[in-house]
């Protein structure tokens, strides 16, 4: 087969999003001929030891590099992290318990509407009066609280957690969007769920990293496929498991590794965020829009002060290749997610694209 030369575009998405090139030429040669046994990978049992062997990896990997402690188990389920919104509830919040919710934009939103279906919801703190440009902080956490939920980035607004709160509360963390972006105590936490599509993989898998005790007795009777000893003990293979997101997942993990893992991706990450939020901060045309101690390094959400302007620079970011750009709806002006796959060389690219609108329309 002919090899297209096609010139790659810097993607800015939030998700779907970017993953490593070379994660996309293996994913393809996979497509083809699997470890050359002549089949594809998306025509193999899920029981075969390929296949098998792809999903031990996957896990062991995630454990690596996160340093998940024994007692702990890595899952790979489908429903994405909008069904980690009502399994996690459906599994520990009894008709009389209480729960923690910290609410800092619209994906925390949803991850309420769903838990009150089972249980009671205090909502601990709340950005929502201020569009959700902070992470409130300072609040009371009762120590009667069965869990406390918090969304760790908020890939729409911009704003990450960069401390989570101290509490002997177990912690449900939403991680979708900075998954293996910085390292964390696992052990703070009782279940930590990403969707894989922002900063792991492609869509169709959601990785939830589950304290086996904490799961270990629902508080109602859950049904087969949302009840999280099911896939445990199954080690997420009860069903057919979504095999070539699980497989994608794997290749980017493999990535991390080799690039040194996540404390260098966390590094490379805030050397990327510095250079757009400098630039953000000493330009008179754009602006940043999350409180500065609470910006993202994933998601950088950010407006022009002059909105007559807004088409027009998304028309040179799309023609100097800059892809993604448009703020989410919710939001308006504009958002570069800048994903762990994403290079600095990218951001510089965008940088220039901005310096250089400014020069000719500031
Ligand atoms: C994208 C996203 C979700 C939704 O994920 P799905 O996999 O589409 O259900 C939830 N939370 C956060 C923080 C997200 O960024």
Redesign the pocket.
């Known amino acids: 087969m002919e090899k297209v030369e096609f010139v790659k575009v810097n993607n800015f998405s ?2 779907p999003a970017i993953l490593p090139q070379e994660v996309f030429e293996e994913a393809s040669e996979a497509v083809l001929d699997f470890q050359g046994i002549g089949m594809s990978i998306l025509e193999i049992s899920h029981r075969s030891k390929e296949f098998q062997s792809v999903m031990d990896e996957a896990v062991s990997l995630a454990k690596e590099l996160l340093a998940v402690p024994n007692g702990y188990e890595v899952l790979f389920l489908q ?5 980690q919104f009502l399994m996690a509830a459906m599994n520990l919040l009894g008709d009389n318990d209480t729960a923690g919710y910290v609410e800092t934009g619209s ?1 925390s939103a ?1 991850a309420i509407k769903e838990a009150k279906l089972y249980g009671h919801v205090n909502i601990l703190a709340s950005s929502k009066d201020d569009e959700y440009a902070h992470i409130p902080k300072g609040y009371d956490i009762p120590g009667h609280l069965k869990y406390l939920h918090l ?1 760790s ?4 607004f911009g704003t990450q957690f960069h401390e989570f709160p101290k509490t002997a509360v177990p912690i449900i963390a ?1 991680m ?2 900075d998954i293996f972006s910085r390292t964390i105590d696992v052990d703070k936490f009782g279940i930590i769920y990403a ?1 894989a ?2 900063n792991m993989g492609p ?1 169709g898998t ?1 990785i939830a990293i589950v304290n086996k005790e904490f799961v270990a007795h629902p508080v109602r009777t859950v049904p087969t496929m949302l009840d999280y000893n099911t896939h445990i003990a199954k080690g997420s293979m009860f069903n057919t498991p979504p095999v070539f997101a699980v497989y994608v997942s794997m290749l980017t993990m493999r990535w991390v590794k080799k690039n040194g893992g996540v404390s260098h991706m966390a590094k490379a990450n805030q050397d990327k965020a510095d250079l757009i939020y400098n630039y953000l901060d000493n330009s008179n045309l754009f602006y940043g829009r999350a409180r500065k101690e609470d910006r993202s390094k994933m998601n950088v959400v950010f407006l022009i002060k002059n909105q007559d302007l807004t088409d027009s620079f998304l028309g040179v970011c799309a023609r100097a290749g800059c892809s993604g750009i448009k703020g989410h709806r919710s939001v308006g002006g504009f958002r570069a997610s800048i994903y762990n796959a994403m290079n600095i060389d990218g951001v510089q690219t965008l940088v220039d694209v901005m310096s250089e609108f400014e020069r000719t329309h500031g």
């Open positions: 939030a998700g429903g994405g992290a909008s069904t994906w949803k969304t980035n908020n890939t729409i939403d979708s969007s969707g599509q922002k869509a959601c």
